[in-house]
Nanobody, 126 residues
Framework: QVQLVESGGGLVQAGGSLRLFCAAS????????MAWFRQAPGKEREFVAGINWTGSIVDYADSVKGRSTVSRDRAKGTVYLQMNSLKAEDTAVYYC???????????????????WGQGTQVTVSS
């Protein structure tokens, strides 16, 4: 079993930056693809960014492309999401997800991921 814990969320003004962290316990993440999803009130959970198990392939939702960077430290078992130029529409609960996925593309469907964190709130004030 993998336990994921997100941190780094908070309240930030539009145009500001945040760095989200995801740490794992219970099992190494080195063989897992990782992703960030988010869910705003009244909306479905959506893919934000993902990184494959080796860290060599990344993908982003169009809504955050150019403003966000996903990375991982396989030795530490941590995953990061750096978000810049934040907008009010980025307000959501952000979830870290892990999946034993070894495809050559980043999976953007939530059902592909096996383990989820509890989420961290990101609120962007305009």
């Amino acid at each position: 079993q993998v336990q994921l814990v997100e941190s780094g969320g908070g309240l930030v003004q539009a145009g500001g930056s945040l760095r989200l962290f995801c740490a794992a316990s219970g099992r190494t993440l080195s063989n897992y693809a990782m992703a960030w999803f988010r869910q705003a009130p009244g909306k479905e959970r959506e893919f934000v960014a993902g990184i494959n198990w080796t860290g060599s392939i990344v993908d982003y939702a169009d809504s955050v492309k150019g403003r966000s960077t996903v990375s991982r430290d396989r030795a530490k078992g941590t995953v990061y999401l750096q978000m810049n130029s934040l907008k009010a529409e980025d307000t959501a609960v952000y979830y870290c997800a892990a999946g034993l996925i070894h495809t050559l593309v980043v999976q953007t469907t939530a059902s592909k991921y096996d383990f989820w964190g509890q989420g961290t709130q990101v609120t962007v004030s305009s």
